[in-house]
Nanobody
Framework: QVQLVESGGDLVQAGGSLRLSCAAS????????MGWYRQAPGKQRELVAT???????NYADSVKGRFTISRDNAKNTVYLQMNSLKPEDTAVYYC??????????????WGQGTQVTVSS
């Protein structure tokens, strides 16, 4: 089994910064892509940022220039540095990973989410 645990969510003022972490554990041979998604009340879950095993990144237009995704493969951890936070960034942030569990199988795994609240 694979588990993802997010941390770092908090209540901050607009213009502030937060750094989210997501650590994967369990039956992990390696991890391909990892990403961050978010879901605000009354809205669908949306992509925030992704990063491949090779370090290629992709960001939603709404966070480009403000958020940075990175990973530490030795720790099976992905990070999301969030700067210049806006009230519209308020959401539950979820970590996702494509985990290689055997030489012939991969699974998608989600964390439970961490709350980010940005006050105006």
């Amino acid at each position: 089994q694979v588990q993802l645990v997010e941390s770092g969510g908090d209540l901050v003022q607009a213009g502030g910064s937060l750094r989210l972490s997501c650590a994967a554990s369990g039956s992990i041979f390696s991890i391909n892509a990892m990403g961050w998604y978010r879901q605000a009340p009354g809205k669908q879950r949306e992509l925030v940022a992704t990063i491949t095993s090779g370090g290629s990144t992709n960001y939603a237009d709404s966070v480009k220039g403000r958020f940075t995704i990175s990973r530490d493969n030795a720790k099976n951890t992905v990070y999301l540095q969030m700067n210049s936070l806006k009230p519209e960034d308020t959401a539950v942030y979820y970590c996702n990973a494509e985990v290689v569990v055997t030489s012939r199988a991969t699974v998608g795994s989600w964390g439970q989410g961490t709350q980010v609240t940005v006050s105006s």
